[in-house]
C-alpha cells in the first residue's frame, strides 16, 4: 500500500508506476499506459507535475522535506502538505469554486491530486506578459471578503473555529518562515538575504532607518498575535492562476490564523511591483502607460469588491460569537452596526497597508525574490523599477495611517513614477 | 482506582473516603481518621473543601459539571479542570511561587489537591474589611509582567507558543463565556443579566448609548481575535488571596490566549470598583478617605511595577519569535528597542483601560455581581455607588484613548467621587 512505504519523492518515471493504480487517477486521467508526465514545479517547496491521459489531466503536487530554492540544507516538514489540504478543504467551502478540486491526499506521501488548471496561466507570468483578465478583479474581491469574513468569529460557531484554531497552531514551520522572512531578515543583514548590487546605498539606508524598522516590528507583532480568521497566508500573484473567465487560488501550505490584511496587502503589494516593474519589461510607451493603469485599476476594483461583498456578509451572515446584532439591529439601531463595520473596514485596510508594505520589502531584500523584477536585465533600469517600489513600500509601511483610500495609494505612486496614471 | 469510577461529585464525608489513601493527602494533611473537611467555596463553578489533619492541611477543588451560580440548568464540561491545571503549571513556571503549589490532579474526577493558603484571605473580602496589603501591589505588578511577557512571542520559543495556543484554544467553553457574559450581556437585555432596580433608567440609557456599545464590540473583537500571551483570564479581587507578606493567584479555569491588557483591565476595575464601594461600606469619614487612596495608591503601584517588570524582562528575554533585537541593540540602536516597547506598553495600557470599562459593566448590569455593592442593603445608597462606577466605566470604556496615564484615572474618580483622592 501506497501509505505504507517510506516516503520517496517522486520524478516523472515513479509517479506513472506509484500512482498508476490510483482510481482517483484513473477516472480522471486514463489508464496509466498513455500518462504523460511533465515536471512543472517553479516554486520553493514541492514537486509538482502535470499529468495528461485518454480521459483528461490533473496536476500531482508532493512536498519535499526540504525547501526547495535553498536545497537540502533547509530541512522542512512534510506536514505542510496536510495544512495545505486542511486549508484547501475550508477555503473552498468559504468561497466554493475559487480553489483547485482535491482528488485526493495521502498524508504519508505528502502528496495531493488535484484539478489541472487550464487555460490557466499564473498571474504574475500574465502580468509581465501585459495580459489582461476581465473578470479576475471581482472574483479576487469576492474570494477575499468570504474566505476572511466566514473564517472568522464574526461568521463562525466559536467551537469549531477555536478547534480550527489549534490545527493551524501546529502549522508553526511555515508560518515561522512568514514570520521571519517578511518582517525581519529583510531589515537586516541576514545569510539568507540578497539584492541587487546597484541598491546598496538604498539598502544601508533601509536598514539604518529606525521608523521602518519599528513598522515593521509592529507589524510583525500584529501578523503573531492576531488570530481573526484562517489566512491563505502567501496570497501573491504567483499564488493565483487566472484565464479570461476564471481565477483560481492555489498552494495554500502557508495558511494560519492571522489578520485580515495580511492576505489583502500580499496581493496589493505584488499588484503594485507589477506596476513599478513594466518600465524595465517593455517600451515606455502609450500601451505600457494603459496597461499599468489597468493593473491599478484591477487593484482599486479587488479592494472595492471586497468591501462591497464584505458588507454583505456583515449584514446577511454575521452570526458568530461576536455578533453584535443583539447590541444594535435587534435594538433597531442598524445605524450602530453599520459604524461597527466602517471601524472593522478601517482596521482591515490599514492593516493590509501595512503589510503590502512590508512585502514589497522582502521581496527585493529578503530571500524570495519576484520575477518581474530579477528578469529585467539591465541593473540600472532595474534599481530604478526597484528603488520606486521600495520607497512606495517605505510610505505604506510607517505611514499606513495617512492612508484613508485605495485612491490615494494610486496616487502615491503615480507621484513616484512622475506618470499620469 | 479512583480514576476509573464514574465521575461523582465530592462531599465532606465522602471525601475522606475517596481521597484517604492517596499518598499527597496522606503526605501534606496525615492519617484520614484524623481529617476535618470543610466546604468553603464561594464561587461559581466548583466545589471547594479545606482538609485538616494532624501533618498539615491541604484543599480540594472539584469541577462540577454545571454553573454553580445557576445550577443543573446550565451544564459545564468538566474539562475546565484540565484547563485550570495546565494554566497554574505554566503561570507559576512564569512567576514560581505566585500560585498555589498542587499535589495532586484527577483529570477524571476533576479534583485538584492544592496548597492551603493560610493566612490568606481573599482580596475582595480584605478591601470590604479595610484591610491593607503591604507588599501586594509589587507582586501583583510582577505577576502581571512576568505571566504575560514570558508567555508571549517576545519571550517563548514559537513552537512551544503554537502549541500552548492549540491547548488552550480547547478551552473554548468557558472562554466563550467570558466573550458573552462580559461584552454583550450587560449592553443588552438577556435574561441571565440582573441589576439593582433603582438603576433602571441608568441601565436604560447604558443600552441605548451607541458609543459605548461600539466599544463593547471593538475590545469584545479584540478579545476574540488576539493571541498575544496566556492569560489568567478570570483576574478579579476574588482570584487573589493575601496576607501581610504574600499574594497569590488562584482559579485559573478561564485562561485562554489573549490581550495582555485584559488580565490587567479586569484586576484594575475591581480596584477601582473597590473605591467606589466605600461609601456604602463604612463611615464617610478620614479614615475612610484615606483606605480609598490607599486602593488607589495600589492600582497606580501594580500598574507602576507592572511597567518596570515588563521593561526589564523586555531588555533581558526578548528572545522569542518576535524578538527585534537584530533590527535596533544588535546594530547598535538600544533606542529603537526602546521606543519599540513604548508603543508596546501603549498599546497594553489602552487596551487595559478599555477591558477596566467593560468588567465595570458587567459586574453591575451582568450575571456575576459583586460582594462590594450587593451588601450595600440600602438600595438608594447602592445605586449610587453603582452608578458613579458605571459613570467611570463607561468613560474608561469609550475614551479609552484619551487616557494616557494611571494618574489621570485617579483624577476621573476623585471628579466622580466629588473628593480629593
Redesign the interface.
Known sequence: MLTHSPYEPLDADSLVDRLGALPAMMERVGPAAHWRVREVGDGNLNLVFIVEGRAGSAVVKQALPYARVVGESWPMSLDRSFFEHEALLRLDSRDPGRLPAIYHFDRHQAIQVMEHLWPHVILRKGLMAGERFPLMAGQLGRYLARTLFRG??WAMD??RR??D???F??N?EL??IT??LFF?DP??E?ARNSHNPALDHAVAAI??D?DL??A???L??RF?????TLLHGDLHTGSIMVCQEDTRVIDAEFAT?GPMGFDIGSLLANLWMAVFAQPGLRPDDGETRAYRRWILDTAETIWNVFVEEFTRLWRCERNG????R???E??A?P??GE??LN??IDGIWHDAVGFSGIEIHRRILGLAHIPEFESITDAALRAGCEHRALRAGRVLAVERGRFATIGQVRTLIARLEGDDL
Not at 321 to 324: C, D, K, R, W, Y
Open positions: 472568522s468569529d466559536t467551537t477555536k478547534a484554531l489549534a490545527v497552531a501546529g508553526v508560518c515561522g514570520e521571519d525581519t531589515f537586516h541576514c536598514r539604518a529606525r524598522k519599528l515593521a516590528l509592529e510583525k507583532a503573531c498575535g492576531t488570530a481573526q490564523y460569537i461576536l455578533g453584535g443583539e447590541l444594535f435587534d435594538q439601531d445605524v450602530g459604524l461597527a471601524a472593522m
